[in-house]
């Protein structure tokens, strides 16, 4: 059935693979019919999904660099789209953002945009020049560009404190999601996702994550775009809900006046488990200050455009022409998910609010909420929690309190959708954690294995010995990452936004200034990075340690202060050193322009 | 002006308009997300602000990378700096 060269043949393989992906969904959806416990479908569907990425790990082992740094550069446009989405959507999108929604409303919108309109940069001002430059890695053109070992260390130091910060954050998804799934203590769970996140890409690299996050995309845009058409048909609200739910979210808007916002006590609040809360913010009023979203957005946009592990999905396609369309793709497969977060959040929100739908327990008596199947699940799980503050018997808004996540997790039960579809959820869930994972491993191995270990320590190593000290990069950074995840300290969401704002500060404007200021020299690319990353962590930690701030930047935006002092360093102390030489210029002048041989060669 | 100083000025221009563009529908409309709430614009129903954050700002985005690198392309024909076979 297959013949020829396997890129060749990817539409087919993949039409194959969604296939008998819904092929396994519909058995699963019989043997639910049949009888087989909630508990055991979800054992199948993470276990099954798993294996299959390991499969395809396994069979894209590699003993070539550039197959192991960049694929080969051979992914198709459409395809490289894919996986950059699926490497892009981190557990955070998938399990915590509708979540953030829910709860906090227009304010965390602003991440919609931040994390769709960094595209735009991405395409604009970077991912082409860096294709025609040729490089392994991101720091791997910062050394070219600027020349000198320090310039290509203060990268991989600004990057790797970045890509870390998120890893931790997606290993932390992988092993809530495992744990629930497949109903084991978090602190082994951590480690499960760890081993399935090795097997994907250890043994081929960027050429194995390329084929797993194709994969794990497939599986993850139906796992959330299935339950949400679903709901929405279930409860009447429309068949394309994207364009159909204006009446539920005017309805949500008359309900919260109704119900009203009550602000509950502090000495109420110390009996709710940590890390749940209850709803406190109106759905779609515009209730934050148009400073506040702008600079969520704005950090959002710009980290975009630094984080190494996205960059380096555009290092993969065949030209710079492919490049620059693959973002266009990427957005495009980001978009069906983003889109629908929102609608997610309204869906379950108006099937909990509303006394007129057989699932509402707003205004229902505490007793006999807590009598419901799904209560006592997802209680069980620390992820729901209900408790009469006022001691009138009834559920009030302020009295129900639920995690983030569990507006993904547990809104198909919810909805009374059968638990095949929650057991989905759970492998699209999986999904999204390992893939950024994967991405983010791979980023900072390959800045370790090849920048740091052949470029500045041993720049005679042969091929395999490179390639097994990237692999064993690869395994310490994953357990570094897994050990700190068991640690939680910082939530999934709230990490992940600090990672933007890490590599906004150190990166951005280096990499910028790199492709469209030829002036800029290697000194002002250090004092960006480190003065930059040095300040921003600076104004994270003042404020974390009961600062006041300024301006209204807050602990989620220090990436504005890291990238204007980048930006104000990086200047002056180009200004004030010699220009880049002759060579550097016309180095610039070629990466300019699509046509002719890239910077660095093929093999290097 | 030489031909390689010709593209970078038509591909600096194309960058000027892209992000004007962007600036707009990622920061400039939400200076006024309040008033934009209240307009009784209100497409598919929702209310403005929320809509643009939903799927307006989003959609733009998606099709403006596109209508860029279509752009783009055209102006690398026109000065010859177009990839060939072999090329990389």
Redesign the interface.
């Known amino acids: 059935m297959i013949k020829g060269k396997f890129i060749d043949n990817l539409p087919k393989v993949y039409g194959l693979y969604t296939g008998g992906f819904l092929v396994f969904i519909i058995i699963m959806a019989i043997a639910e019919q049949a009888g087989m416990t909630a508990k055991m479908i979800g054992i199948f569907f993470v276990s099954f999904t798993v294996l299959i990425y390991a499969l395809i790990g396994w069979l894209s082992r590699t003993l070539q660099t550039d197959a192991y740094y960049v694929a080969g550069?051979q992914v198709p446009t459409v395809f490289n789209g894919m996986a950059t989405a699926a490497d892009w959507m981190s557990g955070a999108s998938f399990v915590a953002m509708a979540g953030g929604i829910y709860f906090k409303g227009?304010g965390y919108?602003?991440l919609?945009?931040?994390w769709?309109?960094g595209?735009?940069?991405v395409?604009?001002?970077l991912a082409?020049y860096l294709r025609k430059f040729?490089c392994y890695t991101v720091p791997d053109f910062i050394g070219t560009r600027y020349g000198g070992n320090l310039a290509r260390f203060s990268a991989v130091v600004v990057l790797t404190v970045a890509s870390f910060t998120y890893v931790t954050a997606q290993i932390n998804a992988t092993g809530t999601i495992a744990s629930v799934a497949l109903d084991i203590p978090f602190e082994i769970a951590v480690y499960v996702g760890l081993a399935s996140i090795l097997m994907c890409s250890m043994l081929g690299g960027m050429r194995a994550v390329t084929w797993t996050q194709v994969a794990q995309y497939i599986v993850l845009i139906i796992a959330y775009l299935l339950p949400v058409f679903w709901i929405s048909n279930n409860i009447g609200a429309g068949f394309f809900p994207?364009?159909?739910?204006?009446?539920e979210?005017?309805r949500i808007a008359e309900l919260e006046g109704q119900f009203g916002f009550v602000k509950n006590s502090a000495a109420d609040l110390a009996s709710v488990p940590k890390g749940l809360s209850a709803i406190s913010k109106p759905h779609?009023?515009?209730n934050?200050t148009?400073w506040a979203?702008?600079s969520l957005?704005?950090c959002m946009?710009a980290g975009t455009a630094s984080l190494p592990h996205v960059m380096m999905r555009y290092f993969t396609t065949?030209?710079?022409?492919t490049a620059?369309?693959s973002?266009?793709w990427s957005?495009?497969f980001i978009?069906l998910l983003?889109?629908s977060a929102?609608?997610l959040a309204t869906l379950s929100k108006i099937s909990l609010m509303d006394p007129t739908l057989p699932t509402g327990i707003i205004g229902k008596s505490i007793a006999e909420v807590q009598a419901i199947d799904w209560y006592q699940n997802w209680n069980q799980a620390k992820l729901m929690f209900v408790s009469d503050f006022n001691g009138n018997g009834t559920l009030e808004l302020n009295e129900f309190f639920m995690k983030g996540s569990a507006v993904v997790l547990a809104t198909p039960e919810i909805a009374g959708l059968p638990y095949v579809i929650s057991g989905l959820v759970a492998a699209g869930g999986m999904a999204a954690a390992m893939s950024t994972a994967d991405g983010l491993v791979l980023a900072i191995s390959n800045a370790l294995s090849h920048d740091v270990y052949y470029k500045i320590i041993n720049p005679k190593a042969e091929t395999a010995k490179r390639l097994i000290v990237a692999r064993v990069l690869l395994v310490l950074i994953g357990f570094a990452g897994a050990t700190i995840a068991a640690l939680e300290i910082q939530g999934i969401l709230g990490s992940v936004i600090w990672a933007f704002d890490f590599a906004m500060s150190g990166l951005f404007f280096p990499l910028v200034l790199g492709v469209w200021w030829k002036r800029a020299n290697a000194p002002g690319a250090v004092a960006g990075m480190l003065l930059g990353l040095i300040s921003g962590t600076a104004y994270l930690i003042w404020v974390r340690s009961g600062g006041s701030g300024f301006l209204g930047i807050t602990q989620l935006t220090f990436g504005i202060v890291g990238a204007a002092v980048s930006l104000v360093s990086m200047v002056v102390v180009s200004l004030i050193t010699a220009a880049p030489d002759a060579a550097t210029q016309k180095m610039v002048?070629d990466v300019?322009?699509?046509?002719?041989?890239?910077i660095l060669g093929?093999q290097h | 002006m030489s031909k390689q100083e010709q593209h970078w000025e038509k591909t600096r221009n194309l960058l000027f308009i892209t992000l004007a563009i962007w600036f707009v529908f990622s920061i400039g409309i939400f200076l006024f997300g309040a008033e934009m709430q209240e307009s009784s614009i209100r497409p598919f129903g929702y209310p403005l602000t929320y809509w643009f954050t939903c799927q307006g700002s989003l959609a733009i985005f998606v099709i403006l990378i596109f209508w860029f690198a279509g752009r783009q392309e055209k102006i690398d024909d026109e000065f010859g700096f177009t990839e060939r076979e072999g090329d990389q």
Do not use: C, E, N, Q
């Open positions: 550069r227009y919108m602003a919609l945009v931040g769709t309109g595209y735009v940069l395409a604009s001002l082409p040729g994207h364009f159909m739910l204006a009446d979210v005017a779609s009023a515009v934050a148009p979203f702008i957005a704005v946009m065949p030209s710079v022409r620059r369309r973002v266009g957005l495009f978009f983003y889109s929102p609608m002048d300019r322009v699509p046509s002719g041989k890239t093929k």
